[in-house]
């Protein structure tokens, strides 16, 4: 059976905050209400918060409920009372949504701030210009916000995410990653399964612990550097702009290496054995017996391969 709550903006629980300032309208003054709700929510639940103007923070914790606590925001008092904020629970399944005035007003807005069971499953948040942040939980999750950045610590499943101006920070995470921003870096740490990543004008760095299949990594007029993992045996497409490669790579990989740069170098530290002419800025070549595709690109950077960790 399901329940839609509407939350009445002038429930006793809601408690006046008064004036506050938040990053999202540059520093303007304006008038807040924080709310606070708990329900009972099995683990393995599925959850979702959809807020504009604002952010999210998700943390898990022992407990089969979640709480739901939050500040919304308006240019008066009326604005940030009349904001609001709906709560659908099903069977398995909390969804959390600021709904936004069919009249749009400016310095509107809702952040949330949630604690929910350690197994339940993060399927989707969506915000803008405000950061989404989140420890622990189980994916398959789908990420998305603007102007604002994205840290995902201990998820353990998929991951889709998106932001723009703004970076993208993943650590100690299980599961494949598809990852793009704009004008932020992206860094992984302690990856275990696939990465695909995509930024432009920033750098991409990542340490994957553990992955049977390609890496990629992908931006404009920034750099990026991978370390693999001591077993890897996939591929690498990594293609830049005006920046430099660099790759880490385990001392025993059967690889084909095609790399090229303009006007700048190329290193290795590997022995290979060459296909075709060998120059500064292009190299073609098999390390140990040959394998999968590793494929750097760049222009005015150099690249460089390394070996072991980094």
């Given at each position: ?40 929510c099995a ?126 920070d993943l ?118 017996k040959g ?20």
């Amino acid at each position: 059976m399901r329940a839609l709550l509407v939350l009445p903006v002038l429930a006793a629980m809601l408690t006046l905050a008064g004036c506050d300032i938040d990053d999202f309208d540059g520093g303007w003054q304006h008038f807040s209400r924080d709310f606070h709700y708990s329900y009972a929510c099995a683990p393995g639940s599925r959850i979702s918060v959809e807020t504009f103007n604002g952010s999210v923070e998700i943390s898990s914790w022992d407990e089969n409920n979640v709480e739901i606590s939050g500040t919304k925001y308006g240019p008066t008092q009326a604005a940030a009372d009349n904001l609001r904020i709906d709560i659908d629970r099903s069977t398995g399944s909390v969804a959390i949504r600021a709904v936004r005035p069919v009249e749009r007003r400016n310095n509107q807005g809702a952040r949330f701030v949630l604690k929910v069971p350690r197994a339940a499953v993060l399927e989707r948040i969506t915000a803008s210009n405000g950061a989404i942040h989140t420890a622990d939980g189980v994916g398959p999750s789908h990420f998305r916000t603007s102007n604002g950045s994205v840290r995902v610590e201990r998820l353990h499943g998929r991951l889709d995410a998106e932001t723009s101006n703004g970076p993208i920070d993943l650590v100690d995470t299980e599961g494949d990653a598809q990852l793009r921003t704009s004008n932020g870096n992206v860094d992984v740490r302690g990856l275990r399964g696939s990465l695909d990543s995509t930024t432009s004008n920033s750098a991409i760095r990542a340490e994957i612990d553990r992955t049977s299949s390609d890496v990629r990594a992908t931006t404009n007029n920034g750099s990026i550097d991978l370390a693999l993992p001591a077993d890897f045996a996939a591929g690498i497409r990594a293609h830049t702009s005006n920046s430099s490669i660099t790759v880490h790579l385990p001392p025993g990989i059967n690889a084909h290496v095609i790399a090229s740069t303009n006007n700048d170098s190329i290193s290795s530290e590997f022995e290979m054995m060459v296909h075709g002419e060998i120059s500064k800025t292009h190299l073609e070549g098999d390390i140990g017996k040959g394998g999968p595709l590793v494929d750097l690109d760049t222009s005015n950077g150099g690249i460089r391969i390394l070996k072991g960790a980094r």
